[in-house]
């Protein structure tokens, strides 16, 4: 049995955001994410959907949102976002069996 020192329920925003936090405070986390990748229900919602806020003020800890900082992101933008944010700086997410 693998040893984890923290664990992180959920790939959305706000968890590879917590691990990243976990991180710098010196300790490895997983991310458990139910769905196939890291980024939460982002990929469910409907396709015109964008942040309500500009993307300078939407950006996770340690990686700025590319592009304009004052446009919109859409949910495609956010999700390649989320993605590439959880494979940048934190461990891989695990999902389950089949997901």
């Given amino acids: ?21 976990l991180v710098r405070a ?3 986390p997983v991310v458990l994410e139910a769905s196939a990748r890291a980024a939460g229900s982002w990929p469910r919602y409907y396709d015109s959907l964008t942040l309500f806020s500009p993307a300078r003020f939407s950006a996770l800890p340690g990686m700025p949102f590319g ?6 992101p859409h949910r495609d933008e956010v999700v ?3 993605t590439a944010y959880a494979d940048r700086l934190c461990r891989p997410t695990s999902a389950p069996a089949g997901a």
């Fill in 26 to 28: 010196g300790l490895k």
């Fill in 67 to 72: 592009g304009d900082r004052d446009r919109y």
């Fill in 80 to 82: 390649a976002y989320l």
């Fill in 1 to 21: 049995m693998e040893h984890v020192e923290a664990v992180v329920i959920g790939g959305g925003q706000s968890g590879p955001a917590a691990a990243h936090a």
